[in-house]
Nanobody
Framework: QEQLVESGGGLVQPGGSLRLSCAAS????????MGWYRQAPGKQRELVAR???????NYADSVKGRFTISRDNAKKTVYLQMNSLKPEDTAVYYCNVDSTIHRVDYWGQGTQVTVSS
């Protein structure tokens, strides 16, 4: 089965940084463009960053200039470097295939990011 395992979340003060990791299966990493999503309580899940197989990236306006998505082919891992964090970034963060290109069939557990003083 394909799998997506997110890690790296935690509690951080406003202005701080976190680096999230997404360990993907061989088939997912090799075939699909990937993305990071987040869902805050009572709000719709949103796509915040995506990266193509060729390394092209795209970001939601809310995170541009602060977040960076990248991938490590050898480790089969997608990362989200999050800088200058704000309280409104608080959410559960998920990785998955890029929903603007591929069909999303299932979700992992996600990793909680809490930005608070």
């Amino acid at each position: 089965q394909e799998q997506l395992v997110e890690s790296g979340g935690g509690l951080v003060q406003p202005g701080g940084s976190l680096r999230l990791s997404c360990a993907a299966s061989e088939s997912l990493f090799s075939i699909y463009a990937m993305g990071w999503y987040r869902q805050a309580p009572g709000k719709q899940r949103e796509l915040v960053a995506r990266i193509s197989r060729g390394g092209n990236t795209n970001y939601a306006d809310s995170v541009k200039g602060r977040f960076t998505i990248s991938r490590d082919n050898a480790k089969k891992t997608v990362y989200l470097q999050m800088n200058s964090l704000k309280p409104e970034d608080t959410a559960v963060y998920y990785c998955n295939v890029d929903s603007t290109i591929h069909r999303v069939d299932y979700w992992g557990q996600g990793t909680q990011v809490t930005v608070s003083s």
